[in-house]
């Protein structure tokens, strides 16, 4: 009887210890790929906001009507890739401040 339920208890313990082992026992090569990942994602996010901000520039400024206003747009543009590349670095540097 001490058998059977022996037997029964090796596929619960199978099920609790597999998943941990997974997420908790991570090698260095699986920490790097999750960082790069994170990274990308972090990245592929905040690029929504900054195009729906590069879009209003355009309607706003409207730089087809001049050439005063083409290079506002272009200086406005200009500042807003710097001021991005500036955020998305330091997010960057603070979430992983290793790297």
Request: with cysteine; aromatic share 16%; glycine share 4%.
């Amino acid at each position: 009887m001490f058998e059977a339920g022996e037997n029964l208890l090796k596929p619960v313990l199978l099920i609790c210890i597999l998943p941990a082992r997974i997420f908790y026992n991570k090698t260095e090569e699986h920490k790097l790929k999750l960082k790069a990942l994170v990274i990308l994602l972090v990245i592929v996010i905040s690029l929504i906001p900054v195009y729906s901000l590069y879009k209003y520039l355009q309607k706003i400024i409207r730089p087809k009507e001049s050439f005063g206003r083409l290079f506002l747009y272009l200086f406005a543009g200009s500042l807003l890739v710097f001021v991005y590349t500036f955020l998305i670095v330091f997010v960057i540097k603070k979430l992983f401040p290793g790297a």
